[in-house]
C-alpha cells in the first residue's frame, strides 16, 4: 500500500484503539438533557424557546447568533425546565437551554426511514439549496472544532475550491467513532461527500484515512469505485502514513495533494482545498436528504481501565455520567475525564457535562497515565522543534509566552501553532510546552482581533 504524508514533524503515540471492534450502539435517552449556547466557533446561539414550552425531537431551541454561528435542535421531546447556565467542555458555567425528558416524539418533517436517498433523484439540489439546508440544519465541523459547515462551503471570491477532501484519519489516540462510522454507514457517508462536491462546484473527491484501518479502505475503496465510476466526479481513497497529528487541515491537504496552506489567515481554500471531516459528510447527507437536523452523532467512550470501551449513537444533551455508566461505570483509582482524546482532549472539572456537537470521545486516563511527571529544565535537545507539523520552534514560544513577551510571540507566528501537543508528547523534561503556548497563542489573538477593531473604528 502506497501510503502519503504530511512533510514536516509529526509523532506516533500508541494508538489504545480498545473501542475499534465496538458496533456502535444507540445510547439511551437522558432524564434530562443540556444544551450549551456555544457548541460552535462564533457567536453563542440564542434561545427560541421558553420554560414551560414543549419541544419534539428536531425542534428549534436556538437560533444563530450571528454570521459566523448555529442553531441548535432539541435532541429529545419533552418540556424545557429552564435557560440557566451548565458547565461545559470549558469547565466554566455557560448559557445552556435545560430539557426535562418525556417520551421520544420526532417532528414530522424528519425522515426516519433507511431508504438511501441518491443525489440523481433530487433535481431540486442546486449547491445554493444544500449550503441553505446544511445552514438551516445547524451542521459544524464534527471533528472537533465546531466551525459552521455552510461557511467553508462558501468561500471568499479570492479562493477558488478545486477539491472536498474528506478527513477520515482518526489519528488521535483511544478514538474510533469515525472508523466505526464509516464501517456502518459507507453509503451516506459518499452521497454526502456528493453533496459537498456539488455544493463547493468542484469534481474532485479525496478520502484521507490512515494505514491502521485496512477494512476502513478497503470497504470506501469498493464503494467509490461502484458509486463514482464512469461519472463525472473524480474520487480517490487515499491511504495515508500513520502520522499524528495527519487529522489537522493542513496537514491533511499537505499528504493528500502536496499543497502547503500558508500561515493565517490563509485556510485550506486559499490552495483550492475544502476540508471536510467524515461526521460532517454524513451530517450534511442527513441534513440535506433525511431533512434532519445536526442533534446526535457518533461518540466513542473509552480508556484502558474502563470495563467496556464502546460506541455510541447519542443524542447531544446527553450528560458524560450516562454513557461512562453504560460502560460499567468510572474505573477506582485516580482518574482524568476528557473530551477528546489524550492529545487535544480538554480535561473536565465534572462528568454532568453535556454531549455536543463536536464532542467525538469521552476518554478516561487512570492512573500513570493521568498524572503529569514533575517538569524539569530545558535541556536544548530540539526535539519539540523536530516534532512540529508547523516547522515552529515551541521552545521558544513557550518561553516568550511565559514571559508575556506578546510582541515577539507574535512575531515567532504563535498564532500558526494548531494546539497538536506534539512538542509537549516529546519533551523529555517534561515541560508544560502547549500549557503555555495556548495561552500565548489566546492573548495574541486577543490584541489581534481588538487592533483589527480599532482600526475599523478609524
Not at 421558553?50 to 436556538?62: C, E, M, R
Request: glycine letters at 8%; a neutral charge; hydrophobic letters at 40%.
Amino acid at each position: 500500500m502506497n501510503a502519503k504524508t504530511f512533510s514536516i514533524g509529526g509523532i506516533h503515540p500508541a494508538e489504545n484503539k480498545l473501542s475499534n471492534e465496538a458496533v456502535t450502539q444507540v445510547a439511551a435517552l437522558p432524564k434530562q438533557a443540556i444544551f450549551p449556547l456555544s457548541q460552535h466557533i462564533g457567536a453563542p446561539a440564542k434561545p427560541v424557546v421558553q420554560k414551560g414550552d414543549k419541544v419534539k425531537v428536531g425542534t428549534l431551541i436556538a437560533e444563530a447568533g450571528g454570521f459566523v454561528s448555529a442553531p441548535i435542535y432539541s435532541s429529545v421531546s419533552g418540556t424545557v425546565f429552564k435557560i440557566d447556565t451548565a458547565i461545559d467542555a470549558t469547565g466554566y458555567r455557560k448559557p445552556a437551554i435545560i430539557i426535562d425528558v418525556e417520551g421520544d416524539e420526532w417532528e414530522e418533517s424528519i425522515d426516519r426511514s433507511d431508504k438511501l436517498e441518491l443525489v440523481k433523484d433530487h433535481p431540486e439540489l442546486t449547491p445554493e439549496e444544500i449550503i441553505n439546508r446544511v445552514k438551516v440544519a445547524g451542521v459544524t465541523g464534527m471533528g472537533g472544532a465546531g466551525f459552521p459547515t455552510f461557511i467553508k462551503l462558501t468561500p471568499p471570491p479570492t479562493a477558488k475550491a478545486e477539491c472536498v477532501i474528506i478527513n477520515a484519519v482518526e489519528c488521535e489516540p483511544y478514538i474510533t467513532a469515525d472508523f466505526r462510522l464509516m464501517m456502518e454507514k459507507a453509503d451516506e457517508i459518499l452521497v454526502g461527500l456528493e453533496l459537498l462536491m456539488v455544493a463547493a462546484k468542484v469534481k474532485a473527491g479525496y478520502i484521507g484515512i490512515e494505514t491502521n484501518k485496512p477494512a476502513a479502505i478497503e470497504l470506501l475503496t469498493k464503494k467509490c469505485e461502484e458509486k463514482f465510476g464512469g461519472s463525472k466526479y473524480s474520487v480517490e481513497v487515499v491511504p495515508l502514513k500513520q502520522r499524528y497529528p495527519q487529522g489537522g487541515e493542513k496537514q491533511l491537504v499537505d499528504a493528500v495533494i502536496q499543497r502547503q496552506v500558508p500561515a493565517p489567515p490563509a485556510i485550506p481554500v486559499n490552495v483550492g482545498a475544502i476540508v471536510q471531516n467524515v461526521g460532517t459528510a454524513y451530517a450534511v447527507y442527513e441534513a440535506v436528504m433525511k431533512h434532519k437536523p445536526l442533534f446526535e452523532r457518533y461518540t466513542t467512550v473509552t480508556g484502558k481501565k474502563l470495563q467496556k470501551p464502546s460506541n455510541f449513537l447519542v443524542r447531544m444533551g446527553t450528560p458524560m455520567k450516562d454513557l461512562i455508566e453504560a460502560c460499567g461505570g468510572m474505573p477506582e483509582g485516580d482518574n482524568k475525564l476528557l473530551a477528546g482524546g489524550p492529545m487535544m482532549g480538554k480535561a473536565l472539572t465534572s462528568v454532568e457535562v453535556p454531549i455536543c456537537k463536536g464532542t467525538n470521545s469521552v476518554t478516561i486516563l487512570s492512573d500513570d497515565d493521568a498524572r503529569r511527571k514533575e517538569p524539569q529544565p530545558c535541556i536544548r535537545c530540539a526535539k519539540c522543534v523536530s516534532a512540529c507539523p508547523m516547522g515552529l520552534e515551541p521552545y521558544l514560544l513557550a518561553k516568550i509566552s511565559e514571559v508575556k513577551n506578546w510582541e515577539r510571540a507574535e512575531r515567532e507566528d504563535i498564532t500558526s501553532c494548531i494546539e497538536c501537543g506534539s512538542c509537549q508528547f516529546t519533551c523529555p523534561a517534561h515541560r508544560p510546552l502547549l500549557d503555555n503556548i495556548r495561552q500565548g497563542k489566546a492573548t495574541v489573538m486577543g490584541i489581534i482581533r481588538a487592533r483589527a477593531a480599532a482600526a475599523q473604528k478609524k
